[in-house]
């Protein structure tokens, strides 16, 4: 069964920084791509970013140019760093799996606020 754990959210001032890291119980490098997606209270899950199992990555332009997401196949971890931190950044923040179906974390929060 898939598992994913995501860790490091927490409370961050405006134009701090956070890395937010997602741990899978199965091997990624079989799957098609991992991503970020994001949901604050009262709107939808968005996409944040996403990165295949050969590098490629893309990002939602909310966060571009801030955001970094990298993968560790060999440790079977994905990372999100996030620099210049805004408050409408607050978000619960998931890891997504994707193959031939999706899968998610519980999601961990991130709050940016002075």
């Known amino acids: 069964q898939v598992q994913l754990v995501e860790s490091g959210g927490g409370l961050v001032q405006p134009g701090g920084s956070l890395r937010v890291s997602c741990a899978a119980s199965?091997?990624?490098?079989?799957?098609?791509?991992m991503g970020w997606y994001r949901q604050a209270p009262g709107k939808q899950r968005e996409f944040v970013a996403a990165i295949t199992g050969g590098g490629n990555t893309n990002y939602a332009d909310s966060v571009k140019g801030r955001f970094t997401i990298s993968r560790d196949n060999t440790r079977n971890t994905m990372a999100l760093q996030m620099n210049s931190l805004k408050v409408e950044d607050t978000a619960v923040y998931y890891c997504?799996?994707?193959?031939?179906?999706?899968?998610w974390g519980q999601g961990t929060q991130v709050t940016v606020s002075s």
């Open positions: 997504n799996l994707h193959g031939a179906r999706d899968y």
């Open positions: 199965v091997s990624i490098s079989t799957f098609y791509a």
